[in-house]
């Protein structure tokens, strides 16, 4: 049976068949969970099951800041139902971003208050699936969510598509390292001696 993947998508889209698991972010230092980043999953047993073929197929049949725009907004229906404790980490690109603007964010922050989840509980975690190239232009867009308390993070910091200006111009709360810094970290003694600030 051969599978039509972009119309697959589709239908996952137009039929909010989105799945979300939570992982904890925890605060080591007070041995707490500072909150959860929100991982979307395709239907169970379905070929776009995974985070990456979903995105690969909405890559390629040009729906990946639709597909971004349900999976944000369904990590914080999901995120209510399951009355979980602190931050809601949610992935959006610079293009996704852009397009929650574009009503002022009133769609973002009804489903927010809907789900019983405060606009303040929320962390846009930008991800570059491709380089920023107008961090100006991104700023405006996210002063809009700031203006409600709306925190910002950046993340697979240091992946080589990410930027200091970036970092600079943004002043995110919160920069997650890419794994290359952390995995095997007790093996390379470089590594091991930097000091890494991971909340700002």
């Avoid at 979300?20 to 169970?44: H, K, N, Y």
């Avoid at 944000?72 to 979980?84: H, Q, V």
């Avoid at 993340?155 to 095997?184: C, N």
């Amino acid at each position: 049976m051969i599978v039509n993947l972009p119309e697959s998508l589709a239908n996952i889209i137009a039929e909010d068949q989105l799945e979300f698991v939570f992982q904890p972010i925890v605060d080591v230092s007070q041995g707490s969970v500072f909150g959860f980043e929100a991982l979307m999953r395709g239907p169970e047993r379905s070929p776009l099951r995974t985070p990456d073929a979903l995105l690969e197929v909405a890559g390629a049949s040009g729906r990946l800041v639709e597909l971004e725009r349900v999976a944000l907004l369904g990590a914080i229906k999901a995120f209510g139902r399951l009355d979980l404790d602190g931050k809601l980490f949610v992935n959006a690109s610079a293009p996704a971003i852009h397009g929650l603007v574009r009503d002022k964010g009133s769609e973002l922050f009804r489903v927010a208050v809907e789900a019983g989840v405060a606009p303040s509980r929320l962390i846009l975690e930008l991800t570059e699936h491709e380089r920023v190239d107008d961090p100006s232009a991104l700023q405006e867009a996210l002063n809009v969510f700031i203006a409600q308390d709306v925190g910002l993070a950046l993340d697979d910091f240091g992946d080589g598509r990410s930027s200091l200006r970036l970092w600079a111009q943004l002043q995110p709360e919160i920069v997650k390292l890419d794994k290359y810094f952390t995995r095997d970290i007790h093996r390379d003694a470089r590594r091991a001696r930097s000091r890494w600030c991971a909340r700002c």
